[in-house]
């Protein structure tokens, strides 16, 4: 089992910049690849970007792509997300995952075994 908590959502303008982070607790945290997701009113639940378990490879959804980096800091059991110039349309609730014994980054959710609660991001126009 493992637990997992989001913070730094808040609201912003178009333009500006968030940072992420999500803690885990648990089994070891360098045994899970991480991932983020979003999900939008009325919109599914979809994947933004994903971590190998040492940081080595990261993968990203092509509308976040040069504007978003992944990172994570297995020391202190966090993964974050740096998301810049950001748009209205990035608006969303915001999760963390964790995917255990991984074989590649994955973009499907049904991959992702534990789940953060969410945080939500805001971006006003």
């Known amino acids: 089992q493992v637990q997992l908590g989001e913070s730094g959502g808040g609201l912003v303008q178009t333009g500006g910049s968030l940072r992420l982070s999500c803690v885990a607790s648990g089994r070891t945290f360098s045994y899970y690849n991480m991932g983020w997701f979003r999900q939008a009113p009325g919109k599914e639940r979809e994947f933004v970007a994903g971590?190998?378990?040492?940081?080595?490879?990261?993968l990203y959804a092509d509308s976040v792509k040069g504007r978003f980096t992944i990172s994570r800091d297995n020391a202190k059991n966090t993964v974050y997300l740096q998301m810049n110039s950001l748009k209205p349309e990035d608006t969303a609730v915001y999760y963390c995952?964790?995917?255990?014994?991984?074989?590649?980054?994955?973009?499907?959710?049904?991959?992702?075994?534990?789940w953060g609660q969410g945080t939500q991001v805001t971006v006003s126009s």
């Open positions: 995952a964790a995917d255990w014994i991984p074989v590649v980054i994955a973009r499907s959710a049904r991959d992702y075994e534990y």
């Open positions: 971590i190998s378990r040492s940081g080595g490879g990261t």
